[in-house]
C-alpha cells in the first residue's frame, strides 16, 4: 500500500510538472508580444473633420469612421448604466475579466463543440477594439484578451475604461460611439437622450444591424425592453421609470442630415483644399475643425436664385416634350407604382412630382393629371408658356392657344404642387371634376447651368458659391473650374485700363463699321455692335453704359493689346489672354471666380484681394493649424477704381443693367453676352458685396432668343442681391479724394453750357475734367447727312 502511494504521489507530481510546465508554455505563447496597453492613454481614434458656416452650423462633415469624441461627464448618467447593465453588470466589481461569465461561455462553447459565445466584459471590448486586430475568436486570442483586460484595469480607471468604450464602440450605419449614434438615430447631441432613447443604443452593440431601429424597429423595441428592465434589475431605475420609458414614443431618423447639401459646391471645394495641403488621414481621420466664411443665409438666396432664374429661362425656351409616353398597359403599372409611393409620401406644395395625363380638353381649357390614386386639374394658365423650342422665335413672341397642343393621353409629365383644391376623401365624388384635389402646373427640368460668386470687396471673404444648378447630378463647379467667354462683361476693364492711359470719360468716340486687316485664313474682321447698328459720335461712358463693341475695340487698339494684358493680369485674371482686338469683346475664357475679384478691385478703391474661403482650422487638441487674413494690395488708383463704379452705375442706370434698378440701392455693375448666345454673365457690386451671375449649356448650346446678360443673368444677381441685403441700411460709394464732379453735355462731352440739350453729372480724376463749356451746334446744310468713315486696320 506505501509503495503504491508512493508510485501515486510520484505520478501526481508528474502530472503536475507536466501540467505546469504546458501550462507556462501556453501562458508564454500566449502573453508573449502583447500590445503596449500605454496607447490608450494617448486615445486618438479616428474622428470626423468639420466644416462650419461663418455663424457656427455643420455645412460638411468627412470620415472614415463617423465619430464625435466626448468626455464622459458630457453624457447623462442613464446612457452610461443603460450600456453597463447590458453588457457588464459586474463592470464596477470585476477587474477586466469576469470569471462566472467566463464559466458560462466555455460552458456553452464545450456543448457545442465550437467557440459560440463569449463572456466578454466592457474592458475585454476596449482591448478587442483598440489593441488586438485578429477578430478569429479563438482560445489563443481570447487568452490574450483576458491578460491584457486584467492590465487595463490595474493602470487604468472604471471612467477611463468607459470613456474608452462608449467613444469607441461601433453602434449601426457606420456610426462610432454613442455622441455619433445620438445624432445619426435622434439628430441630437449624447447629452440630450432621455432614457427611452439610451436603452435603444444600448441594445445595439451585439448587433448593430439586427436590433437596428432603423431597419427592424421591432427587434430593437424588444431589445430595448431588455435593456430597461436589466436597468430596473441592477437598480438604476425605478419600476416606473420603466413604464414610463417602455410608453416614449421614438423619433428616429430613417434618414441622416445630409449636411453637405447646404453649400455642396462650397463644401467640395473646402474639401479639394484640405486634402491637398493636409492629406487624406488628417482630412478624414483627423477631426478637424474648419471654420468657413460661408453665410448659410447668402447660400440659400444664392442657390434660390440660380434655381428660380434657371427655371425661368428654361420655360421661355419652350417646352422639350413629356418625359415619356405609356401605352395603356403601361400606364396602369405606372398608376400602380405611383399609388404606393405617394401613399407613403403624399406630395406637398411646392414638390414636383411625376404625373399620368388622363384628360386632354380644348372645350375646358385644362388637363386632368393622375398623381397616386387622385385626379388633379393642370389649366391652360398653367402650361401656356410650354410652346415649342424654337431659337429664331423670342419667347414673348407665341404661346399654348390650346392643350392639345402640347399634352395628349398617357403622356407622363412633371408637375408642380400649387394649392390644394379638395381633400382628398373628395375624388370619390360621383362626379370626377369634383374629386380634383390639387391644382398643379407643368414643369420641366431645366438643361442649362447657371452659377453665383459672391464676396465681401474689403476683405475677400467668399460669403456664397453655386457651382451649378444639382451638384448631385454634376458636382463640376462652374463658379471656379470652368473657363467661359466673358463677353462685355470683360470690357470695364479695358476701360480702366484706358483711364490710366490717359482717356476720360467724356472723350468722343466715333461708333462707325470697323474693318481689320485680313487674316491668315485671307478673311477680313468685321465687328457688330449688338444690334448691328452704328451710333456715330459717342460719348466713352455712353460706351461702356450702352456695351458698343466697335468703340471697345477702337478703345483697345489706341491704348495697346499688351498694356490691356498686363493691366487685367494687375486686377487678378490668371487665365490666358487672347493677344489680339477680340479681347475686346471678351473672347478669352476666364472664371467666374477670377473676374468677380476683378470687379472687386472697383468696389474696393483700387486693392485687390484673395478670396478667402476658409477663416482658421483648428486640429483636434484645440491647436490652431491655419488661419487666414485679409491681403489686399494696390493695383490701380483710387481714382481711377471710383471713376470705373461711376461708369458701372451708369450702366445700371441708363444702359443694359437697368433690371438692376429694381435694387433700389446704388449698385455698379456690367453685362456679358458672347456670340450666338452661347454665355450671359452679370457681374455688379455694391459697397457690401461684389457677385458674379453666369448661366449657359455645359455643351456650349446656343440659348434662346434674347438671352442676353440682361435677360438671363441678371435676375439671378438681382434675386440674390434683393434678399441678402433685405433689411440692411442704403448707402452709397464713398468718394475718395482725387475725383471731381462735373456736369457735362452728352453730345460733346463738354461743360454743359446754355446750348446743351441733354446733361449728365460724370465723374473725372481731378485735372482730365473738361474745361471748356459746349459750343451752340452748327445748323445742318440741306441734304446733309453724317457719312461714316470705314476705319480699317492696316
Given at each position: 500500500?506505501?509503495?503504491?502511494?508512493?508510485?501515486?504521489?510520484?505520478?501526481?507530481?508528474?502530472?503536475?510538472?507536466?501540467?505546469?510546465?504546458?501550462?507556462?508554455?501556453?501562458?508564454?505563447?500566449?502573453?508573449?508580444?502583447?500590445?503596449?496597453?500605454?496607447?490608450?492613454?494617448?486615445?486618438?481614434?479616428?474622428?470626423?473633420?468639420?466644416?462650419?458656416?461663418?455663424?457656427?452650423?455643420?455645412?460638411?462633415?468627412?470620415?472614415?469612421?463617423?465619430?464625435?469624441?466626448?468626455?464622459?461627464?458630457?453624457?447623462?448618467?442613464?446612457?452610461?448604466?443603460?450600456?453597463?447593465?447590458?453588457?457588464?453588470?459586474?463592470?464596477?466589481?470585476?477587474?477586466?475579466?469576469?470569471?462566472?461569465?467566463?464559466?458560462?461561455?466555455?460552458?456553452?462553447?464545450?456543448?457545442?463543440?465550437?467557440?459560440?459565445?463569449?463572456?466578454?466584459?466592457?474592458?475585454?471590448?476596449?482591448?478587442?477594439?483598440?489593441?488586438?486586430?485578429?477578430?478569429?475568436?479563438?482560445?489563443?486570442?481570447?487568452?490574450?484578451?483576458?491578460?491584457?483586460?486584467?492590465?487595463?484595469?490595474?493602470?487604468?480607471?472604471?471612467?477611463?475604461?468607459?470613456?474608452?468604450?462608449?467613444?469607441?464602440?461601433?453602434?449601426?450605419?457606420?456610426?462610432?460611439?454613442?455622441?455619433?449614434?445620438?445624432?445619426?438615430?435622434f439628430n441630437k447631441p449624447g447629452k440630450d437622450l432621455v432614457l427611452a432613447e439610451a436603452a435603444i443604443l444600448a441594445g445595439l452593440p451585439q448587433a448593430p444591424t439586427r436590433y437596428s431601429p432603423v431597419l427592424h424597429f421591432d427587434r430593437a423595441r424588444v431589445r430595448q425592453k431588455y435593456v430597461l428592465e436589466r436597468m430596473y434589475a441592477e437598480g438604476y431605475i425605478t419600476r416606473e421609470q420603466l413604464i414610463d420609458a417602455l410608453e416614449t414614443p421614438l423619433n428616429i431618423q430613417t434618414t441622416t442630415e445630409n449636411t453637405f447639401a447646404k453649400a455642396p459646391y462650397f463644401s467640395e471645394h473646402v474639401r479639394r483644399y484640405l486634402l491637398a495641403k493636409y492629406g487624406r488621414d488628417l482630412l478624414y481621420r483627423g477631426g478637424l475643425k474648419v471654420y468657413t466664411t460661408l453665410s448659410l443665409n447668402m447660400q440659400r438666396a444664392?442657390?434660390?436664385?440660380?434655381?428660380?432664374?434657371?427655371?425661368?429661362?428654361?420655360?421661355?425656351?419652350?417646352?422639350?416634350?413629356?418625359?415619356?409616353?405609356?401605352?395603356?398597359?403601361?400606364?396602369?403599372?405606372?398608376?400602380?407604382?405611383?399609388?404606393?409611393?405617394?401613399?407613403?409620401?403624399?406630395?406637398?406644395?411646392?414638390?414636383?412630382?411625376?404625373?399620368?395625363?388622363?384628360?386632354?380638353?380644348?372645350?375646358?381649357n385644362e388637363v386632368l393629371v393622375r398623381i397616386g390614386e387622385h385626379l388633379n386639374l393642370l389649366p391652360l394658365a398653367n402650361m401656356k408658356w410650354a410652346r415649342k423650342p424654337d431659337p429664331e422665335v423670342a419667347y414673348y413672341a407665341t404661346g399654348v392657344k390650346k392643350p392639345s397642343q402640347v399634352l395628349k393621353q398617357g403622356d407622363v409629365i412633371l408637375v408642380r404642387m400649387l394649392r390644394e383644391i379638395s381633400e382628398p376623401s373628395a375624388a370619390t365624388a360621383t362626379d370626377e371634376r369634383q374629386g380634383l384635389v390639387w391644382e398643379v402646373s407643368l414643369e420641366q427640368i431645366p438643361e442649362a447651368q447657371g452659377a453665383?460668386?459672391?464676396?465681401?470687396?474689403?476683405?475677400?471673404?467668399?460669403?456664397?458659391?453655386?457651382?451649378?444648378?444639382?451638384?448631385?447630378?454634376?458636382?463640376?463647379?462652374?463658379?471656379?473650374?470652368?473657363?467661359?467667354?466673358?463677353?462685355?462683361?470683360?470690357?470695364?476693364?479695358?476701360?480702366?485700363?484706358?483711364?490710366?492711359?490717359?482717356?476720360?470719360?467724356?472723350?468722343?468716340?466715333?461708333?462707325?463699321?470697323?474693318?481689320?486687316?485680313?487674316?491668315?485664313?485671307?478673311?477680313?474682321?468685321?465687328?457688330?455692335?449688338?444690334?448691328?447698328?452704328?451710333?456715330?459720335?459717342?460719348?466713352?461712358?455712353?460706351?461702356?453704359?450702352?456695351?458698343?463693341?466697335?468703340?471697345?475695340?477702337?478703345?483697345?487698339?489706341?491704348?495697346?493689346?499688351?498694356?490691356?494684358?498686363?493691366?487685367?493680369?494687375?486686377?487678378?485674371?490668371?487665365?490666358?489672354?487672347?493677344?489680339?482686338?477680340?479681347?475686346?469683346?471678351?473672347?478669352?475664357?476666364?472664371?467666374?471666380?477670377?473676374?468677380?475679384?476683378?470687379?472687386?478691385?472697383?468696389?474696393?478703391?483700387?486693392?485687390?484681394?484673395?478670396?478667402?474661403?476658409?477663416?482658421?482650422?483648428?486640429?483636434?487638441?484645440?491647436?490652431?493649424?491655419?488661419?487666414?487674413?485679409?491681403?489686399?494690395?494696390?493695383?490701380?488708383?483710387?481714382?481711377?477704381?471710383?471713376?470705373?463704379?461711376?461708369?458701372?452705375?451708369?450702366?445700371?442706370?441708363?444702359?443694359?443693367?437697368?433690371?438692376?434698378?429694381?435694387?433700389?440701392?446704388?449698385?455698379?455693375?456690367k453685362t456679358g453676352t458672347t456670340n450666338n448666345l452661347r454665355d450671359a454673365w452679370f457681374m455688379g457690386y455694391t459697397p457690401e458685396l461684389v457677385t458674379g451671375a453666369w448661366v449657359g449649356y455645359d455643351d456650349q448650346k446656343t440659348m434662346g432668343k434674347g438671352e442676353t446678360g440682361s435677360r438671363a443673368a441678371s435676375p439671378l444677381w438681382l434675386y440674390y442681391m434683393s434678399h441678402v441685403l433685405k433689411g440692411t441700411p442704403v448707402v452709397d460709394f464713398p468718394v475718395p479724394d482725387g475725383v471731381v464732379f462735373a456736369k457735362i453735355d452728352v453730345k460733346t462731352g463738354l461743360l454743359a453750357g446754355p446750348y446743351s440739350d441733354k446733361t449728365v453729372l460724370q465723374t473725372f480724376k481731378e485735372g482730365t475734367e473738361p474745361t471748356e463749356y459746349s459750343p451752340k451746334p452748327k445748323a445742318a446744310k440741306s441734304g446733309q447727312f453724317f457719312q461714316f468713315d470705314m476705319d480699317q486696320d492696316s
Open positions: 500500500m506505501k509503495r503504491f502511494l508512493k508510485f501515486t504521489f510520484g505520478f501526481f507530481l508528474v502530472i503536475l510538472f507536466a501540467g505546469a510546465c504546458i501550462g507556462a508554455y501556453f501562458w508564454y505563447m500566449w502573453s508573449s508580444n502583447l500590445p503596449f496597453i500605454g496607447s490608450l492613454k494617448e486615445y486618438r481614434p479616428s474622428i470626423i473633420t468639420q466644416v462650419f458656416s461663418d455663424d457656427g452650423e455643420v455645412i460638411g462633415r468627412f470620415w472614415e469612421e463617423n465619430r464625435i469624441v466626448v468626455p464622459l461627464d458630457e453624457l447623462p448618467p442613464h446612457l452610461i448604466q443603460a450600456f453597463v447593465a447590458a453588457e457588464d453588470a459586474r463592470f464596477f466589481v470585476h477587474e477586466g475579466v469576469d470569471i462566472l461569465g467566463i464559466i458560462r461561455a466555455f460552458y456553452k462553447n464545450v456543448t457545442a463543440g465550437k467557440i459560440e459565445q463569449g463572456g466578454s466584459t466592457i474592458t475585454q471590448q476596449v482591448t478587442r477594439s483598440l489593441l488586438l486586430k485578429n477578430t478569429e475568436r479563438t482560445y489563443r486570442r481570447k487568452a490574450r484578451e483576458a491578460l491584457l483586460s486584467m492590465q487595463i484595469e490595474k493602470n487604468f480607471s472604471k471612467k477611463r475604461i468607459l470613456f474608452l468604450y462608449l467613444n469607441q464602440i461601433y453602434l449601426g450605419k457606420g456610426a462610432y460611439g454613442v455622441e455619433a449614434a445620438a445624432r445619426t438615430y444664392a442657390q434660390e436664385a440660380v434655381e428660380k432664374g434657371l427655371l425661368d429661362m428654361d420655360k421661355r425656351e419652350g417646352f422639350r416634350g413629356p418625359v415619356r409616353h405609356l401605352t395603356p398597359d403601361e400606364a396602369l403599372v405606372f398608376r400602380k407604382e405611383k399609388i404606393k409611393e405617394f401613399t407613403s409620401s403624399p406630395p406637398e406644395v411646392g414638390s414636383v412630382v411625376q404625373g399620368l395625363v388622363e384628360e386632354v380638353s380644348d372645350e375646358r453665383i460668386f459672391s464676396m465681401t470687396p474689403g476683405t475677400g471673404e467668399v460669403k456664397a458659391m453655386v457651382g451649378g444648378r444639382d451638384f448631385s447630378v454634376s458636382q463640376f463647379n462652374r463658379a471656379t473650374q470652368s473657363r467661359r467667354q466673358p463677353g462685355s462683361a470683360f470690357k470695364p476693364l479695358i476701360y480702366a485700363a484706358a483711364l490710366d492711359w490717359g482717356m476720360n470719360p467724356g472723350e468722343v468716340i466715333i461708333d462707325a463699321p470697323y474693318i481689320s486687316g485680313k487674316t491668315p485664313d485671307e478673311e477680313a474682321w468685321k465687328p457688330k455692335n449688338y444690334k448691328e447698328k452704328f451710333f456715330g459720335p459717342t460719348l466713352f461712358r455712353t460706351a461702356l453704359a450702352k456695351s458698343r463693341n466697335v468703340i471697345t475695340i477702337k478703345i483697345l487698339k489706341k491704348i495697346g493689346v499688351e498694356y490691356a494684358i498686363d493691366y487685367a493680369k494687375r486686377m487678378g485674371i490668371e487665365s490666358p489672354l487672347s493677344p489680339d482686338l477680340s479681347l475686346a469683346l471678351g473672347s478669352s475664357g476666364t472664371s467666374l471666380m477670377e473676374l468677380t475679384r476683378a470687379y472687386s478691385v472697383f468696389a474696393n478703391g483700387g486693392l485687390l484681394v484673395k478670396p478667402i474661403f476658409i477663416k482658421r482650422i483648428v486640429d483636434r487638441s484645440g491647436q490652431v493649424i491655419e488661419e487666414n487674413q485679409p491681403e489686399a494690395v494696390e493695383v490701380i488708383s483710387k481714382e481711377t477704381a471710383y471713376v470705373m463704379t461711376d461708369l458701372l452705375k451708369a450702366v445700371v442706370q441708363e444702359g443694359t443693367g437697368w433690371r438692376i434698378k429694381a435694387l433700389k440701392r446704388p449698385a455698379a455693375g
